[in-house]
């Protein structure tokens, strides 16, 4: 088991990336603190890892709101004793976001709350929990749109991916000597509910398909084994990364007819 006796703290665990971690994680030895704005979705999750076998919990917060960050951590440690690894996951995608004349300020704003905001607050009161158990691992899902311009623009969303990975890096460099690791998880397109409800026709994902090298959209299975390894310690030397989980996007030039 690579994460045994290991206490993960999961955002967006509810859907998506996030609850295919919590099952990941849990399978790997990890008692879970599933936290979502969803609490019906929080707890399907709970329930999920617990028909296998599993350790999990869930605690209502709102990722963008500061008192509602430090009380997931309080929980976490009040229930479980410690918390070794720090996922700050959670993430929307307006659909109204467009590029910067078609934008409305309220889109931008909550997109960064959300986003931007809720991953330095999660470090913000997730760090001193880390550093009380002697070190930890954070993962703070970015995109890949962090690493690439796109003609189909969705520009809040993809300045908030970028300040996550800058902040991943200065955070990784900062907390580096208190054995906290920090790193960026940069998923590709995937086939979870956050992107397929903005790609809603088939002409829609076409047009996006033919941009990855694999000519399939990923699962969020796929982007949870890339978060254990993160989590583990596995990947011991590995800080301040992007690490790219894309079906090959960022390497590709002229995709495969
Ligand atoms: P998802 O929509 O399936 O799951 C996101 C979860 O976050 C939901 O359960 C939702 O209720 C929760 N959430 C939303 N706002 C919240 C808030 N303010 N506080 C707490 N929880 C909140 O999405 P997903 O595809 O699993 O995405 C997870 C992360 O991966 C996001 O950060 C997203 O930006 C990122 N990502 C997704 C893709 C993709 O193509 N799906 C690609 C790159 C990066």
Known sequence: MRLKDKVALITGGGSGIGRASALLFAQEGASIVVVDVDDAAGHETVRMVEAQGGQAMCVHADVS???????????????YGRLNILFNNAGILDSHDDDAVNTEEEVWDLTMAVNLKG????????????????????????????LLGAATPQVAYTASKGGVLALSRELATVHARENIR??????GPLRTELLMKILDTPEKRRRRLVHIPMGRFG??????????YLASDDSSYVTGAAFVVDGGITGAYVTPE
């Open 119 to 146: 991953v330095f607050l999660g470090c913000k009161y997730g760090i001193p929990a880390l550093r009380r158990a002697g070190g930890g691992s954070i993962i703070n899902t970015a995109s890949f749109v962090a």
């Open 65 to 79: 709101k500061g008192t509602d960050c430090k009380n997931m951590v309080m929980v976490a440690e009040q229930v």
């Open 182 to 187: 920090v790193n960026a998880l940069c998923p």
């Open 219 to 228: 699962e969020a299975q796929e982007v949870a084994q890339a978060a254990l």
